[in-house]
């Protein structure tokens, strides 16, 4: 399972890598930087969720030895 958390969070920090670098500086407020943005906040969004569920592993390691 721990594997399958870092690759999903490896897989979320390159979309957002990828949609910080799409985004269009000159044009800041047009339809598909607000996309940019979208996937952006998706992306910490799944970081957020994974690294809940790498301590609720820890969590759930600690009951078991104790």
């Given at each position: 399972?721990?594997?399958?958390i870092?690759?999903?969070?490896?897989?979320?920090?390159?979309?957002?890598?990828?949609?910080?670098?799409?985004?269009?500086?000159?044009?800041?407020?047009?339809?598909?930087?607000?996309?940019?943005?979208?996937?952006?906040?998706?992306?910490?969004?799944?970081?957020?969720?994974?690294?809940?569920?790498?301590?609720?592993?820890?969590?759930?390691?600690?009951?078991?030895?104790?």
């Amino acid at each position: 399972m721990k594997i399958l958390i870092y690759i999903i969070s490896l897989a979320a920090i390159s979309i957002i890598i990828f949609n910080i670098a799409q985004i269009d500086l000159e044009n800041f407020f047009t339809k598909d930087n607000f996309n940019y943005a979208i996937m952006i906040l998706a992306g910490l969004s799944c970081l957020i969720i994974m690294r809940i569920m790498m301590l609720n592993e820890k969590i759930n390691k600690a009951k078991k030895n104790n």
